[in-house]
């Protein structure tokens, strides 16, 4: 049971070069996040996903898009990578149980964007 | 999700209890709380959550007032591996909106 696996780990790109990050989960969990974390800061939502095929906006969405096609994997994609999102992305899983779900966060990606 | 207040920062002796406190007056009557903590560089790790009884599993008590709008997270015998950022969240479980806000940076010194 690996629980939230992040891939890759570390990555450098240029400003307008493209990435995806590939988060994996083999809890079985419904919902499922990624967040940003600058120093300083907590963490920030930038999409969430419910369910296989349904996703939504959090707090930080834009110059980021996300998929999920299959539930077990969660995809973060920037498209065109900015010095603004050099920042470390950790992705979560939940279950919902009686109203009350906890998360489970990988290890984290760290994008450093030139 | 109500907002929650914590200290900054706070020190702890090796060996002593740990008593970090969160003030969440707005918490609304369906939502839990929840405490994170995240060692340098890692990934968040669950603590412990509870909704109003007064919850303990094998990492950590959690003390909720009877009016719910704080709580204290107790650590019974810090050590050094204790060292790490505090989050205090209240949320509905569910909820597409989770605010973590800067926590509390505990420090335990030798």
């Known amino acids: 049971n690996a629980g939230v696996t992040q891939t890759p780990k570390f990555r450098v790109l240029k400003t307008g070069q493209s990435m995806t990050l590939l988060c994996a989960q083999d809890m079985n969990h419904e919902y499922m996040y990624w967040y940003r974390q600058d120093p300083g800061m907590g963490l920030r939502l930038i999409h969430y996903?419910?369910?296989?095929?349904?996703?939504a906006k959090g707090e930080v969405p834009d110059g980021y898009n996300v998929s999920r096609l299959k539930k077990q994997n969660f995809l973060l994609g920037l498209e065109s990578a900015a010095p603004s999102q050099t920042s470390v992305y950790f992705c979560?899983?939940?279950?919902?149980?009686?109203?009350?779900?906890?998360?489970?966060f990988g290890p984290g990606t760290r994008l450093t964007v030139l | 999700d109500a907002k929650t207040t914590q200290p900054p920062s706070m020190d702890c002796a090796e060996g002593r209890a740990a008593n970090l406190p969160c003030n969440h007056s707005t918490i609304s009557g369906n939502e839990y709380v929840y405490w994170y903590r995240q060692i340098h560089s890692q990934g968040p790790q669950y603590i412990i959550h509870g909704l109003k009884n007064n919850e303990t599993n094998e990492m950590a008590s959690l003390i909720i007032t009877e009016d719910r709008k704080s709580s204290t997270l107790i650590l019974p015998h810090a050590t050094l591996r204790d060292t790490a950022v505090y989050y205090c969240?209240?949320?509905?479980?569910?909820?597409?909106?989770?605010?973590f806000g800067t926590g509390t940076k505990l420090q335990v010194i030798p």
């Open positions: 969240i209240v949320r509905v479980g569910g909820y597409q909106k989770v605010t």
């Open positions: 979560a899983s939940s279950r919902l149980a009686r109203g009350t779900d906890t998360q489970y």
């Open positions: 996903s419910v369910g296989e095929g349904t996703t």
